[in-house]
Every structure is written in structure tokens, then in C-alpha cells.
């Protein structure tokens, strides 16, 4: 395919470049060429999105098979740059998020789950949820037979800049004891970054359109398979310590919240770790071993060095007060 991808340096849109890279993909991406040098191979585009005109003269006259957009903010930036594409892609994939549904979730909930209320040509980014479903607006609006939705779940793997796991791998690779969010028997729900630009890719190839929730099969692992797993692949010697969520929650430690176990108040969320996948595989959607994703993520880390901190997230360095994640060790081991 001749591939636009609006992005392509963090996390998300870096898998799919270098996925398509590997397919075979005549690669075009436009952003600000700030981030990183672009991919060998790769065509690269220098445009602001927040500036239309930019993106425009950016573009030129170019058509493309299909376009993938992994913005996040503003939903007017999406609208914009739908329309310029509007007659000149066969295909536009949008990496939403199952924050569009309307909170709280329900348990075992598939796309008619209800949504949230989104506007595609609002410039507030403030509310993701809002945001994300006026992207998904914004992209049906110039695309309304050629759209993919991929509302997305909890996205681990290479280049994850949320902090998620590699903040758990920093803090394992310290060893000694690590508090880690009881019960281990706690299912999660999650998809490689890499699984989900493959989908994308192959759902573009073959002009797959509609809404999905895009995220691994539920009660594939819990949060116990995780982190052993993740102390098996790195070969560290932590002793993992676990805490429950009302102590957890007692001592002011947030532990289980990266990962959707618990809200700020420490009760167990609904729905964030039972979502119905069915449509989704049904169209495709293949997931890889938990140990290939924490061992290549670590692999990255390693050869990388962790990430930048995202601006609209607390850096994953503020998570933990040590002084209160050492008294309630103590008080667990006494």
C-alpha cells in the first residue's frame, strides 16, 4: 500500500510505520520532525497539525492507499486533516480509545456499550474521552464508508510512553522488595502495540470499516502472570511484596492504578478488564505471547533508555512516595 501515517514517532505510530516498513508499505508521514529522524526508507513530511495550511502545502497533491491517525487532543486538528484527505485515501484507520464509552463501563461490554458526547470541530482537548470521540467524528464526517475505529485498550510493548511497564521494569530491575497490587489472581486485559498496527494495516489492506474494540481476549493473564513473568524475562531478583488495595489506598500509594485496577478511591473499576473482543478477532486481530512483549519491551528499554514523560500525564517517576511505599513494606513483613 502507499501509506500515510500523521505521526509516526511515539509509541503507537512507530509500530505502524516500522510494520509497514516491513510489509513492504511505501511509507509517507507527516509531523513537526522534532521527535526522532524518520525511519530509512520512510518519506517524511514536515507540517505542524495544529496549523491546517502547513499540513496542506505538506501534502501537496499526494494520494494514498490509506491514511492512519493516532492524534489524541484536540478533535478539530482530526476534522482538518480528514477533510484535505477526503477523496484522496482509500482508507482512514483511527487509533481511538474505549474511553469513548460513557463511564463507568459496563462488564463485559462490546461496541453498543453507550458513548460519551464528542464534537469534531472542538478545540478542547481538556476531557480524552470527549476528544477522542470528536476525532472519531471528525474522521466518520469525510470518511463515513471508509473509516476504521480501532477503540483501543490498554496498549503495552516497545515504545510504550505512557510509563506502564517500564516503570515496572525500572523499578523490578532495583531489586529487593516490590510492592505489587493484590490480588494476583486480578485478570487484565491488554494488546501488544505491535499486534494492534498489524490489524490496522491488514484491515486497511482489505478496506475493513466500523467501530471495534481493539484490545487482547479477556482473562488471558492477570497481574500476577505479568510481573513474574516480567522478573522471569529480566532475570532480576525482586521479591515481590503484595499489598491490598485498601492498604494500598491506606498508605496513600497509587500502585494498580497504571494498570486499571483500582480508581483513585480504591474501589475495583467495571469493565476495564472484561471487554467483549469478539468482533475484533472475528476480523483478525492475532496476539503474541505476554513473554515476547515484556522481553522485547525490555530490550528496548535497554538499548533506548526510558522515555520521555509524557506532558499531558504525571511522570511515572512521582508515582510511588518512597518514605510510604517503606513504612507499608515494613508493616507487610512484620
Not at 92 to 100: F, Q
Not at 138 to 150: D, G, I, K, N, T
Not at 286 to 294: G, V
Amino acid at each position: 500500500m502507499k501509506l500515510l501515517v500523521l505521526g509516526g514517532t511515539h509509541h503507537v505510530g512507530r509500530a505502524i510505520v516500522e510494520a509497514a516498513l516491513e510489509r513492504g508499505d511505501e511509507v509517507t508521514t507527516l509531523n513537526r520532525g522534532l521527535s526522532r529522524d524518520p525511519a530509512p526508507g520512510v518519506r517524511a513530511l514536515i507540517a505542524d497539525r495544529t496549523d491546517p495550511e502547513a499540513v496542506r502545502l505538506a501534502l501537496g497533491r499526494g494520494e494514498w492507499d490509506a491514511v492512519v491517525d493516532t492524534w489524541a487532543w484536540a478533535p478539530q486538528v482530526v476534522r482538518d486533516s480528514a477533510r484535505l484527505l477526503a477523496g484522496r485515501a482509500g482508507h482512514y484507520g483511527y487509533v481511538s480509545s474505549r474511553g469513548v464509552h460513557r463511564w463507568p463501563w459496563p462488564a463485559h461490554a462490546d461496541e453498543q456499550a453507550p458513548l460519551v458526547d464528542g464534537d469534531p470541530a472542538s478545540t478542547d482537548d481538556a476531557d480524552y474521552a470527549a476528544a477522542k470521540r470528536g476525532g472519531e467524528l471528525a474522521v466518520l464526517e469525510s470518511f463515513p464508508r471508509a473509516a476504521l475505529l480501532a477503540r483501543a485498550g490498554m496498549i503495552l510493548g516497545p515504545y510504550e510512553d505512557v510509563g506502564r511497564i517500564p516503570w515496572w521494569l525500572r523499578r523490578l530491575e532495583k531489586g529487593g522488595r516490590a510492592l505489587a497490587p493484590a490480588p494476583a489472581d486480578t485478570p487484565l486485559q491488554y494488546l501488544d502495540v505491535r499486534d494492534l498496527a498489524d490489524w490496522m494495516l491488514q484491515s486497511a489492506e482489505r478496506g475493513l470499516s466500523g467501530a471495534f474494540t481493539t484490545t487482547g481476549p479477556p482473562g488471558a493473564i492477570t497481574v500476577g502472570d505479568l510481573l513474574t513473568t516480567a522478573l522471569e524475562v529480566t532475570g532480576f531478583d525482586t521479591e515481590l511484596v503484595w499489598a491490598a488495595p485498601e492498604l494500598l489506598k491506606q498508605y496513600g500509594l497509587p500502585l494498580g492504578m497504571e494498570l486499571g485496577l483500582r480508581m483513585p478511591d480504591g474501589s475495583a473499576p467495571s469493565g476495564m478488564h472484561d471487554a467483549d473482543v469478539s468482533a475484533v478477532l472475528a476480523e483478525g486481530l492475532t496476539t503474541r505471547p505476554l513473554r515476547d512483549t515484556l522481553a522485547d519491551t525490555w530490550t528496548w528499554l535497554q538499548a533506548e533508555g526510558d522515555p520521555a514523560p509524557r506532558t499531558d500525564a504525571p511522570s511515572p517517576d512521582t508515582w510511588l512516595d518512597a518514605t510510604a511505599e517503606q513504612r507499608l513494606l515494613d508493616h507487610l513483613t512484620h
